[in-house]
């Protein structure tokens, strides 16, 4: 029975890791849909206007024929137009609602399976596996290998290869000290930024204007001067201290005493802002922060992971011989690969107690069975009232012993 219930599959528990496989792509579909409404709007207003204006001056024989004429051809190139980034649009969406039927399709496929155990579990969990780590290529700007390997296991519509390509193209500009792609991207997403309060942009323009001060040429301070009037002061009230920073800035060619100004002279803020704008650009698209796999992985971490893992007692006092190093090896935790990447994640959560009813409390601050030490104490021919610890192999008195109470 407990080895039913531990195979019983729970598809919800499995839905909480693959969130963004559907939000992404509704959140990409809610941004087509603005572009589409904002082009409608703004040139069938345009062409409104034109054809008031026309008509008026038909009415009122202020313009010729021919000029009336023109400026039909002109409302009528402008609705051609219109119709083509609609198309391009519609297009879109048609590509977006596809790859959410797929993934759709693929998260349903959970709720056929009973078990753990079930062979078309196994083939899904792999599926899962490639879309994880193509999701952590592409993270790491690792573009070829990941389409290399979305193709070879046909999960193109299950990975987000062309959102994340664009995120490491712009990201790798900001590290080569180009801030264009990255301003195109914020004017692009401009409402969506403001209404999250992002300062994404304000460091962009901030970091444009310590370039232009680094050069120290006069006509390169003019244009600095034009730069903060333009783009810094009006956000004075939302960032003041930076925006103080900047003009103090122009007293402190590099080079400077005061560190805060060092500071802002240092080629490491580059760094600094192309992890900003990986962070603006997650969040935006309801995408979590750290790969996927890393999260998997976590999990998967914590529910082996128990205070023994990280035990400083247990790896000082354990021999390579010992019979207490050949459970650290087989332990996943314990191993070296895994150590140090399992040491800030959780504990195992045990809804059941396995805690030994007879337990007992060594003066090492061990606790074991009393009827285990027993048995274990006599195997090693130890005299009557000796114990022996299971690991570290150290002897002490039974009535030395405490009883400890499970609360």
């Known amino acids: ?25 509704y959140e990409l579909l809610r941004k087509n849909f603005k572009v589409a409404q904002l082009s409608v709007e703004k040139d069938s207003t345009a062409v ?41 649009c519609a297009e879109e969406e048609a590509r977006l609602q596809q790859h959410s ?87 692009e997403n401009k409402k969506e930024l403001r209404r999250a309060g992002s300062k994404l942009e304000f460091m962009l323009r901030f970091q444009q204007y310590i370039e232009l001060v680094r050069m120290q040429d006069e006509h390169k301070l003019q244009e600095a001067i034009s730069h903060f009037r333009k783009y810094l002061v009006p956000s ?35 760094d600094d802002i192309a992890k900003l704008f990986m962070q603006t650009h997650n969040s935006l698209l309801s995408l979590p922060s750290a790969p996927l796999l890393h999260i998997a992985l976590s999990a998967g971490l914590s529910a082996l992971k128990t205070p023994s893992c990280h035990s400083t007692h247990l790896s000082s006092s354990a021999s390579p011989s010992s019979s207490s190093s050949i459970t650290i090896s087989v332990c996943p935790i314990c191993s070296t690969e895994l150590n140090d990447l399992a040491r800030n994640v959780p504990y195992a959560q045990h809804t059941k107690s396995h805690v030994d009813p007879d337990a007992r409390l060594l003066p090492n601050g061990r606790v074991y069975g009393l009827k285990k030490l027993q048995d274990y104490s006599r195997k090693a021919g130890l005299e009557e009232g000796m114990v022996k610890d299971l690991r570290t192999g150290q002897v002490f008195l039974e009535e030395g012993l405490t009883k400890v109470y499970i609360s």
């Open 1 to 25: 029975m407990a080895e039913h219930i531990t195979s019983k599959l729970n598809p919800d528990t499995h839905l909480l890791l693959d969130q963004p496989l559907l939000r992404l792509p």
């Open 48 to 88: 409104r206007n034109s054809l008031k204006d026309s008509a008026n001056a038909s009415l009122s024989n202020s313009s010729s024929p021919d000029e009336v004429l023109k400026n039909l051809d002109s409302m009528i190139a402008r609705m051609r137009g219109l119709k083509r980034k609609l198309s391009a």
């Open 101 to 187: 039927q797929s993934r759709i399709r693929h998260l349903n496929e959970l709720y056929s399976m009973q078990s753990l155990d079930d062979v078309q579990y196994e083939a899904w969990s792999r599926t899962r596996l490639d879309r994880l780590l193509v999701d952590y290529m592409l993270r790491n700007g690792y573009k070829e290998s990941a389409t290399a390997l979305a193709q070879e296991k046909g999960i193109e519509e299950l990975v987000d290869v062309g959102i994340f390509v664009q995120m490491s193209r712009v990201r790798e500009s900001l590290r080569e000290h180009k801030v264009t792609e990255a301003l195109a991207w914020c004017t």
């Open 236 to 270: 004075r009230e939302l960032y003041p201290t930076e925006v103080q920073q900047a003009g103090g800035l122009l007293a402190f060619p590099p080079g400077c005493r005061p560190s805060i100004y060092e500071e802002l002279y240092s080629q490491s803020r580059w």
